[in-house]
């Protein structure tokens, strides 16, 4: 593929994630109670804000790639967006109405294509440059936030952005499971992901 058009493909993608969740907000906002805080409070949200971003980081300047920090920030959305993914089936799908997803062709932008297209990108086309393994450990910070943010803002005022964090819809003991699980798997997927980037590459040599 040229360059041209990877860089279109990039732009192209960011345009459709940044359409879609501006008309998932303006349809949420217009038919339900869903408010800005609460828009921003998805992870589903957030992920794809990054990825509108880092997107359009690159195609804007392909050469930005090789660098390790944007090559840390590309991984971070990359696994971000898979786990958007994985919490499509597990738990939007089920309640898409109940989280204010009344469109098809948003809920397949967001979910599926998004986070597919990312994956790809990243599988076929990984950074040119070696990352730390520490890369893991920045990774995790985002996920971890946002779970006590949810956690402590809906103990707060009584809204969560997926039932499964509500304690008092799923209980104390499934929040605890599900967070666990959710963690566990967001470890091993930047693991696989960083071990994809980096297996070409050379390693450090002692310093």
Not at 59 to 84: C, N
């Amino acid at each position: 593929m040229s360059e041209t058009m990877h860089r279109g493909l990039r732009l192209a993608l960011a345009s459709l994630l940044l359409v879609a969740l501006l008309a998932q907000l303006a349809i949420g906002m217009s038919r339900s109670s869903l408010t800005v805080a609460n828009f921003l409070s998805f992870f589903t949200v957030l992920s794809n804000g990054a990825a509108v971003v880092m997107l359009t980081l690159h195609a804007a300047k392909p050469d930005r790639g090789s660098s390790p920090t944007f090559a840390i920030y590309r991984g971070a959305v990359t696994l971000y967006m898979t786990v958007t993914g994985l919490i499509h089936v597990v738990l939007t799908a089920p309640v898409a109405t109940e989280v204010g997803i009344s469109e098809p062709w948003i809920d397949w932008s967001i979910h599926v294509v998004g986070p597919i297209a990312v994956f790809v990108d990243w599988i076929l086309y990984p950074p040119p440059t070696r990352m730390p393994r520490h890369a893991i450990l920045i990774w995790l910070v985002f996920p971890a936030a946002y779970l006590g943010y949810s956690l402590i803002r809906g103990a707060v005022l009584g809204w969560y952005p997926y039932p499964i964090l509500d304690p008092s819809d799923a209980g104390y003991t499934l929040v605890a499971i599900w967070s666990v699980v959710g963690l566990l798997v967001t470890v091993v997927l930047g693991f696989a992901y960083l071990w994809w980037s980096n297996r070409r590459q050379p390693a450090a040599g002692p310093a």
